[in-house]
């Protein structure tokens, strides 16, 4: 019995640009609905962070960077606010770019190549399934973009370039045809003149994974990644020092989270106007004599339609408040108040939405109490990580996690306990 050759190296040199032949295959479009923020769904309960919490802690804790990305586009799926479209776009680029760095691979399609007394005939067989459907969900993704990418992500800005520089006429015909590796496709160089020959579908495919595996090792792009996965796990880094300042200094705390949203005529503001009016809420907080505010952590964020909020996560003193649910409605009132808006915020606190909480962070927290401080880490977790990956462009010079002063710490007085060094 005669043995099946695989041949990877055909030749790539006349690639180019290309003019599709025939794209007389059946379209698959999938439209996806993407409700926009408005205050009566704003009114309804529900709460982004806390969904996405419960179904990223349904997978595996030590999740890698995929896992964490599929897990948003799994929460898009499930929420009824879904992601920006440009999100999405982002999200599956990142996959796209996980899956190759993962294989170390530089081709789509491998060439089966057959020997005497082979049934089987010459032909291209594919050898990344997952990463053929990873490119198709982009294409469609990028194919539903109404308006030009205000997002900074390295990563689409990779495969995109990839994509002009292998297929800069028209990239969705790549959508079924990819599918199709032995189709032919005109090949037409540089001054968009037909060259006179043709080149299948599977060499094209081969060269866009050639062009983003390069791009992957480039030193630039590298170091642009790193320094914005390190900048957002140091903010998170700090906010948990900042969480862990707040138990060492008080017994018992009251937790309420609430997120702050823009009415429909506000929506137009940029990140310093809407950051001035919380801060105007912060200085009320902590110069109220009612409300014993100890600590506090905001992340400000681009909404599904692109419009800005604030996740915010109070903390107040435990032996003057039990009320999370009313210091969650007082602070909302005093932004609708601040912000001339109508129900223009999420109390998470109130008893409808608390109860549907697996992971729950809110109310009396004692300082013994490990499973409600390991719960808030996880919000902040939430908070920080999606910052590693995307980046909206209005924020790209704005500090979008943040905390309160850090309590002074007393050093311990008297004598040292030295059974620890025994």
Known sequence: MSTIEIDLTPNLK?????????????????EQSVEVENEESLSEPYDEVSTGIELEHAYSDDADNSAEVRNLLTTNLLCKQQLDPQIVA????????????????????????????????????????????????????NKQLKSPMHLKC???????????????????????????????????????????????????????????????????????????????????KNVLRYIDKLRKKYS???????????????????????????????????????????????????????ALHIHCFFFFCGSKHREDISLGRMIGEMWDKQIDGKHSYFNCNSSKNRKKYKYDALGVINRDDQT??????????YFAKFEQYVLHSSLERVKTLNTGVSPHLRNKMGRPNLTKHY
């Open 14 to 30: 006349d690639i180019s640009r290309f003019e599709l032949i025939d794209a007389s295959l059946p379209s698959e479009e999938l």
């Open 90 to 141: 982002c999200l599956y680029a990142i996959l796209i770019c996980n899956q190759i760095k993962k294989h170390h691979a530089t081709y789509l399609y491998g060439w089966i190549k057959s020997k005497q007394n082979q049934l089987v005939p010459d032909h291209w067989e594919l050898i990344y399934p997952e990463l053929l459907e990873l490119i198709r969900s982009f294409l469609l993704a």
């Open 154 to 236: 390295e990563e689409y800005d990779l495969v995109t370039f990839s994509f002009n520089q292998v297929l800069p006429n028209d990239q969705n015909c790549l959508f079924d045809l990819i599918k199709y590796p032995n189709d032919q496709l005109n090949v037409i160089n540089a001054n968009v003149i037909p060259a006179g020959h043709k080149n299948s579908v599977a060499i094209i495919a081969n060269s866009l994974v050639k062009e983003i595996f390069k791009g992957l090792k480039d030193e630039k792009f590298v170091q642009r990644v790193n320094d914005r996965r390190k900048m957002a796990r140091k903010r998170k």
């Open 252 to 306: 018992r705390l009251v937790g309420v989270r609430i997120d702050l949203y823009l009415p429909i005529d506000k929506k137009h503001f940029t990140p310093k106007e809407t950051v001035k009016h919380f801060h105007i809420i912060l200085q009320k907080l902590r110069r109220s004599k009612s409300m014993r505010l100890k600590g506090y952590v905001w992340k400000l964020e681009q909404g599904v339609d692109q």
């Open 372 to 381: 409600k401080y390991d719960n808030i880490a996880k919000v902040i977790h």
